[in-house]
Nanobody, 119 residues
Framework: VQLVESGGGLVQPGGSLRISCAAS????????MSWHRQAPGKERELVAV????????NYADSVKGRFTISRDNAKNTVYLQMNSLKDEDTAVYYC?????????????WGQGTQVTVSS
């Protein structure tokens, strides 16, 4: 199982960035996918989630209206489009895949990609 994040980097406040997470080794379309982030000295927090099936989305209040999560099941990839970025969005962003079935829970994490918002 692999989750590989990419697309992080340095962006100015007010700018945009799209990060991606490429999945392999499991049935991507059967898993709820989410993005989490962890800033220095803070706990990891949920940013956005997209379910499967259905593709329903939910967001942390701090990013609602600015971030959009999406998935491409044909490419086994989940995306996070981040607009109107703020300094406080600076963090390592992690991809997560989760599924519960027949009493068992499957939970996978990527290694993270750094997003830095600074002028």
């Amino acid at each position: 199982v692999q989750l590989v994040e990419s697309g992080g980097g340095l962006v100015q406040p007010g700018g945009s960035l799209r990060i991606s997470c490429a999945a392999s080794g499991f049935t991507f379309s059967s898993y709820d996918m989410s993005w989490h982030r962890q800033a220095p000295g803070k706990e990891r927090e949920l940013v956005a989630v997209i379910t499967s099936p259905g593709g329903y989305t939910n967001y942390a209040d701090s990013v609602k209206g600015r971030f959009t999560i999406s998935r491409d099941n044909a490419k086994n990839t989940v995306y996070l489009q981040m607009n109107s970025l703020k300094d406080e969005d600076t963090a390592v962003y992690y991809c997560n895949a989760k599924r519960s079935t027949f009493g068992r829970q499957y939970n996978y994490w990527g290694q993270g990609t750094q997003v830095t918002v600074s002028s």
